[in-house]
C-alpha cells in the first residue's frame, strides 16, 4: 500500500503564491492517478485537481482552474499543487490521494490512499 506524506503549506496572504507537495512510497503501477483534495472549514471535502500516471493528463476543479497547476516528478516519486492568485476562500486542509481508475472515471470509487494532509491559509 502507498504511503503519502504532504508538505509546503503554511500561511500566505490574498494573491500571494505556494506550492505544496506530496511525497509517495510504495507506489506500484496498480495507481493510475494522483489527486489533491481539500476540506474548506465547514465545508465538505471536494476535488481540486487530479494528474493522471499513465499519460499526465490534468483535470481541474472549476473554482482553481487557471490559477492552479498539478504536476509530478517522477524521479522523486513526488506530486506537486502549485497554487497561484491565492483567496480567503482557498484556506483549507490540503491532502492528496493515490487511486487505482483514472481521473475521468464516473463510477463509484472508494478512496482508500490518503495523506495526513496539510493546511493552507489565505489572509491578511
Known amino acids: 500500500q502507498v504511503q503519502l506524506v504532504e508538505s509546503g503549506g503554511g500561511a500566505v496572504q490574498p494573491g500571494g503564491s505556494l506550492t505544496i507537495s506530496c511525497t509517495a512510497s510504495g507506489f506500484t503501477s496498480d495507481y493510475l492517478a494522483m489527486s489533491w483534495f481539500r476540506r474548506r472549514p465547514k465545508k465538505e471535502l471536494e476535488g481540486v485537481s487530479c494528474?493522471?500516471?499513465?499519460?499526465?493528463?490534468?483535470y481541474y476543479a472549476d473554482s482553481v482552474k487557471g490559477r492552479f497547476t498539478i504536476s509530478r516528478d517522477n524521479t522523486k516519486n513526488t506530486m506537486y499543487l502549485q497554487m497561484n492568485n491565492l483567496q480567503a476562500e482557498d484556506t483549507a486542509f490540503y491532502y492528496c490521494?493515490?487511486?487505482?481508475?483514472?481521473?475521468?472515471?464516473?463510477?463509484?470509487?472508494?478512496?482508500?490512499?490518503w495523506g495526513r494532509g496539510t493546511q493552507v491559509t489565505v489572509s491578511s
Open positions: 490521494s493515490a487511486q487505482r481508475v483514472e481521473c475521468d472515471y464516473k463510477g463509484k470509487y472508494d478512496y482508500e490512499d
Open positions: 494528474i493522471s500516471t499513465t499519460d499526465d493528463r490534468t
